[in-house]
């Protein structure tokens, strides 16, 4: 059975007429009456029948229509797709994200992006979570792209596109919610209350405070940072975290550290091994763009 087939069947179907379907398909009627034959044949039905000088479907050829109908329309959608892909400044692009940059990171580089590129025929497809299940999912296809922290697998890229600065998030009752600043060593006896330890930021933080010497007493640890900061408000704990719109809501304070530079890389991650379609690429290319930029500013 071949697309050519369905296609001069559903043709012909539309039309009931031999004639008339040869004429549309731009073939000879022994032509169109050998490939209905044929494909009859493989079936082992008959899918037209005469009725004087007309033909009409048969039982068979009526149940096989939609079927052959919707097998043409999904190839029709396949070209598209491709066609889509294969345009640079069109397609849809799947971006995963992880919750603390979505009031800044992604949105700047979303509409820097399409600053860059004159137009928004691009369209994104955004996909929020935790790093460890994004990078999943960066692996297996289901994202084309990820903002999250740097990350710890050789198969997956990075392109530090932006800096996130990590502040002490105390209680407003403690004893170091008005200072301006505060150094590792001034923490050392408090609890800490942590990020989960497959957070990417996890790992980076533990990294940080190695080389500082310094060691925290984590009690117990969360997968999110609403969680973190109303536990830090009980005063369960003190917690390091970015700045976030979402702790408004709590009665904690943020405070810098002046003895260590306590911040992290943001980057843009895809996965070595996954072709990219011409508008990811598109993305890809200005990500290492503004990258190149970020590795200029002072300090970096």
Not at 16 to 30: D, V
Not at 81 to 102: C, F, M, T, W
Request: with cysteine; glycine share 4%; hydrophobic share 45%.
């Amino acid at each position: 059975m071949t697309l050519q087939q369905l296609r001069y069947f559903c043709v012909t179907a539309e039309v009931l007429h031999y004639t008339r379907a040869a004429a549309l398909l731009y073939i000879s009627q022994p032509s169109l009456s050998y490939a209905l034959s044929k494909l009859e044949k493989e079936l082992n039905m008959p899918l037209f029948e005469k009725q004087g000088k007309q033909i009409a479907l048969t039982r068979y050829g009526a149940e096989f229509l939609p079927y052959a109908k919707r097998a043409l329309s999904e190839l029709s959608k396949g070209q598209e797709r491709l066609k889509e892909l294969h345009a640079p400044d069109a397609g849809i692009i799947n971006l995963g994200y992880i919750y603390s940059v979505s009031f800044s990171v992604l949105p700047s580089f979303v509409d820097r992006f399409y600053a860059h590129l004159g137009s928004r025929q691009t369209a994104f497809r955004f996909h929020q979570g935790m790093a460890g299940g994004l990078i999943e999912q960066l692996l297996n296809g289901s994202l084309d792209l990820l903002i999250a922290g740097k990350p710890d697998i050789d198969s997956v890229e990075y392109l530090p596109v932006a800096s996130q600065e990590l502040y002490l998030a105390v209680p407003a009752s403690h004893p170091l919610a008005n200072r301006a600043s505060v150094t590792l060593a001034e923490i050392g006896s408090e609890q800490f209350i942590s990020i989960t330890h497959d957070a990417i930021i996890y790992r980076e933080l533990a990294d940080k405070f190695k080389k500082a010497s310094f060691s925290p007493n984590i009690v117990f640890e969360a997968d999110e940072y609403s969680s973190i900061a109303a536990s830090v408000t009980t005063g369960a704990g003190v917690a390091i975290m970015p700045r976030l719109p979402i702790l408004d809501n709590f009665n904690l304070r943020l405070i810098p550290f002046s003895d260590v530079p306590m911040t992290r890389d943001v980057c843009m991650l895809r996965y070595k091994l996954h072709a990219m379609s011409p508008a990811v690429q598109s993305v890809w290319d200005f990500a290492r763009h503004a990258s190149e930029s970020y590795r200029r500013l002072p300090g970096r």
